[in-house]
């Protein structure tokens, strides 16, 4: 098993900064492909970025590309999600995750994680 935990939410005004932290405990963290999740109140869960398991490759939604980097530093076991440039709309609890079974074209579902922390709340005020 894999125990995360995020930090580094907050309160953060428009076009500002934050950087999310996730440290994971437990099984050997090369072992999981990372993913970054949202959830905004009444909303699903959504997809934001993904990470592979040697850092070598990134994805992102459409609406965070050029603004939110994902990284892993696997001698620290913790993966990050920096965000620039925050608007109102990527208000949301953030949930960081990990799957072994994490593969192209199933990186952007909820399902294809095994593992989740408990949620760090970003709220961006204008």
């Known amino acids: 098993q894999v125990q995360l935990v995020e930090s580094g939410g907050g309160l953060v005004q428009v076009w500002g900064s934050l950087r999310l932290s996730c440290a994971a405990s437990?099984?050997?963290?090369?072992?999981?492909?990372m993913g970054w999740f949202r959830q905004a109140p009444g909303k699903e869960r959504e997809f934001v970025a993904a990470?592979?398991?040697?850092?070598?490759?990134?994805y992102y939604v459409d609406s965070v590309k050029g603004r939110f980097t994902i990284s892993r530093d696997n001698a620290k076991n913790t993966v990050y999600l920096q965000m620039n440039s925050v608007m109102p709309e990527d208000t949301a609890v953030y949930y960081c995750?990990?799957?072994?079974?994490?593969?192209?074209?199933?990186?952007?579902?909820?399902?294809?994680?095994?593992?989740w922390g408990q949620g760090a709340q970003v709220t961006v005020s204008s």
């Open positions: 437990g099984r050997t963290f090369t072992s999981y492909g």
């Open positions: 995750a990990a799957g072994e079974r994490v593969v192209a074209g199933t990186r952007t579902l909820t399902s294809s994680y095994d593992y």
């Open positions: 990470i592979t398991r040697s850092g070598g490759s990134t």
